[in-house]
């Protein structure tokens, strides 16, 4: 059975910054493109940001328009662990994240709560 764990979030003010962690079981960690996504109070879940496998371009990584400047997602495929790097946090980026692969196929972790306020 896979196993996500995400952990790293906490309480930030607006400006600050935060590094979320996904610890993976398994061994297909590296030939999966992986995704970070969040989900608000209220609102859907939303990708925010994806990396590819290293099958792909592990280089490459797409974003929302909505952290896109901000955020920056990677990942270590010996240590089978995916990151998010959030800088200058908003409100907005109030929500639970929670990593899972580009097609969110996975079972889902608990998440992280990430809360952004003064």
């Known amino acids: 059975q896979v196993q996500l764990v995400e952990s790293g979030g906490g309480l930030a003010q607006p400006g600050g910054s935060l590094r979320l962690s996904c610890a993976t079981s398994?061994?297909?960690?590296?030939?999966?493109?992986w995704a970070w996504y969040r989900q608000a109070p209220g609102q859907e879940r939303e990708l925010v940001a994806s990396?590819?496998?290293?099958?792909?371009?592990?280089?490459?990584?797409t974003y929302a328009d909505s952290v896109k400047g901000r955020f920056t997602i990677s990942r270590d495929n010996a240590a089978k662990r995916l990151y998010l790097q959030m800088n200058s946090l908003k409100p907005e980026d109030t929500a639970v994240y929670y990593c899972n692969d580009v097609r969110g196929g996975l079972p889902w972790g608990q998440g992280t709560q990430v809360t952004v306020s003064s």
């Open positions: 990396v590819g496998s290293s099958f792909g371009s592990s280089d490459s990584r």
């Open positions: 398994g061994s297909f960690f590296s030939i999966t493109a």
